[in-house]
């Protein structure tokens, strides 16, 4: 008789089994380091970007067999399930595609790769692990190892006075929203005295609703907020995303994000804090209004995507304050979605900056629609994503978004998104506009060709996008599958 997967691996106990993917990342990242010093230079990039991506793939695979062995783990604090192991398969991939599109950036700006890949591989561990983690101490943890590797990745041109102080600015309001989310957890165990999220839903509602429960939910909102950039607590994004390494800002947009949507949610639906519909509203409202607001400003490119992940960040709130039988899998949808073409725009812009990313404003890009045909057609299908046009996964995501509020009777929150939707066309269409009907002013931005690790991010994240767009069936199925683990 054939023995199950999670027992053959660890007999008897599964505990390690249910974080693989976070042992395996830590590994690796402990190997990249250990090799540092044993590999020449001139080597080092190349050879510990590939151990990098071997995690990665190893991480990938390690997910397949965590998810043969569903359950909880370490006295209640993890759990697998369909919901942990979607943000895992998101999150890691995110991780894979950023790790191929460093390969170029490392060479041509001359990083140095230790440091870099191995603090990619130990933040998508903590990344990882706040998806499956049902303790908010445990959460803590793993939001600060994901946030201290990223604090780190944003100044990581050293020599650029704009990474320095994107990562100052990012690290000093980021200590600040941490504090805030520790406040709330302090408050919600002295409301209740439990941090599991079961028990905490158990206690909070067998009767009178003590008012620190509601400050605890909006100190815990304000540090989670922080960390998916929503309005108002979205003032650092412009300049770190500026400041930031381009294959950094690629990352940090959707995977950080994707996990701490993934620990909103279970402390929103699962853990069923009080006071959080108003928090939402007003939240998803402000974020979709200044980002689109703030976005049609700009000319440098980085910070117009900044302005616009504020505006995503919107409207993927409105999914929260919906109903949680189609908020859940449409918030899900929308992250996948957002993942996908978000980290290839930003490959794009990688490539097109240069050493010391010179080329990063909007007029940079003119004629590229003639002189890179390929690349200006992978960079529209992703800008139309982001606006929502039909055959693109953005299309899919802002319509389960909408139809999740308006099941909801949110008729006026929907009214505002699509009003949004609309203001976020222009800005979005002026960089096509650029790129197929303007001719470059002076020297246009010498154009690399271009290498095979871009290529293969650009070939993956416009696929996704389109299949998403086309057959989004089986991804919001499994999302759907997925709320009976957060709403038995």
Request: hydrophobic letters at 55%; proline letters at 5%; one cysteine or more.
């Amino acid at each position: 008789m054939s023995l199950p997967i999670a027992e053959i691996l660890a007999p008897p106990n599964v505990d390690y089994v249910r974080i693989l993917p976070e042992l395996a990342l830590s590994v690796f990242g402990i190997l990249i380091m250990v090799l540092d010093p044993l590999i020449g230079e001139y080597k080092a990039a190349k050879t510990l970007g590939t151990v990098a991506l071997v995690g990665a793939v190893a991480s990938l695979a390690a997910v397949y067999v965590q998810a043969q062995a569903p359950g909880e783990a370490f006295s209640h604090m993890v759990r697998v399930d369909n919901f942990s192991i979607f943000f895992h398969a998101v999150i890691l991939i995110i991780v894979l595609l950023s790790i191929l599109s460093s390969f170029e950036y490392m060479e041509e700006q001359g990083i140095r790769a230790a440091e870099y890949y191995g603090l990619i591989l130990m933040g998508a561990a903590g990344m990882c692990l706040m998806t499956s983690a049902v303790e908010l101490v445990l959460i803590f943890i793993a939001l600060e190892i994901s946030s201290i590797s990223t604090y780190i990745l944003a100044g990581f041109l050293r020599r650029d006075p704009r990474s320095s102080e994107a990562s100052l600015k990012y690290f000093l309001l980021g200590s600040f929203a941490t504090a805030f989310f520790l406040y709330g957890v302090a408050l919600i165990f002295g409301t209740t005295g439990f941090t599991t999220i079961a028990e905490i839903n158990t206690n909070l509602h067998k009767g009178y609703m003590p008012p620190l429960a509601y400050a605890a939910m909006a100190m815990i909102f304000v540090g989670l907020g922080f960390k998916v950039a929503a309005a108002p607590f979205h003032v650092w994004t412009p300049d770190v995303y500026e400041g930031a390494p381009s294959p950094v800002v690629g990352l940090m947009s959707t995977a950080p994000k994707a996990a701490t949507f993934a620990v909103l949610l279970r402390v929103i639906f699962e853990a069923r804090l009080p006071g959080t519909f108003w928090l939402i509203w007003f939240a998803a409202v402000l974020s979709m209004t200044l980002g689109n607001l703030g976005a049609i400003k700009q000319n440098n490119i980085k910070r117009l995507l900044a302005y616009s992940s504020i505006a995503h960040a919107g409207y993927l709130l409105v999914a929260f304050a919906s109903l949680p039988a189609s908020g859940i899998p449409s918030a899900m949808f929308y992250t996948a979605a957002y993942a996908a073409m978000n980290v290839g725009a930003f490959a794009i812009i990688s490539h097109i900056g240069n050493r010391g990313e010179r080329y990063t404003t909007i007029d940079d890009y003119a004629g590229l629609g003639r002189r890179a045909p390929f690349m200006a057609a992978i960079l529209t299908v992703f800008l139309l994503s982001l606006i929502g046009i039909p055959a693109t996964g953005g299309f899919f995501a802002k319509f389960y978004v909408f139809s999740a509020a308006l099941q909801a009777n949110l008729v006026g929150l929907t009214i505002l998104g699509v009003i949004n939707s609309a203001i976020g066309a222009y800005y979005y269409l002026r960089v096509i506009v650029v790129m197929y009907m303007k001719e470059p002013q002076g020297e246009a931005v010498p154009l690399k060709p271009l290498s095979a690790g871009v290529s293969a991010v650009l070939v993956l994240s416009a696929v996704t996008t389109l299949y998403l767009g086309i057959l989004p069936e089986a991804v919001l199925t499994y999302a759907q599958n997925s709320v009976r683990n957060l709403i038995p």
